[in-house]
């Protein structure tokens, strides 16, 4: 369920409280109990797709920056990468 509608539910300021209540929990619980590796995948899945990392590799700037760094020309490319360092 929080995978799918998770974020929306924390952004609606009715429930909002609720849901920063139950993910603790979930990580609270998930820190306490040994689970298998696959349900711990599985909370971790749920708990970044209601609050996904700020600027992680997965972000939707980084995306849109890789996007457009693959449409430029090779060479300009080149140019560009070597300034950012």
Not at 28 to 43: N, Q, S, Y
């Amino acid at each position: 369920m929080l995978e799918g509608c998770g974020r929306f539910l924390l952004s609606a300021a009715h429930s909002a409280p609720k849901t920063e209540k139950l993910l603790a929990q979930m990580m609270r619980l998930k820190a306490a109990k040994h689970l298998d590796p696959h349900k711990r995948t599985l909370i971790d899945n749920a708990y970044y797709a209601c609050k996904p990392p700020p600027g992680g590799k997965g972000s939707a700037s980084a995306r849109r920056k890789a996007a457009r760094l693959a449409a430029t020309p090779p060479q300009v490319r080149h140019h560009a990468t070597r300034l950012q360092r």
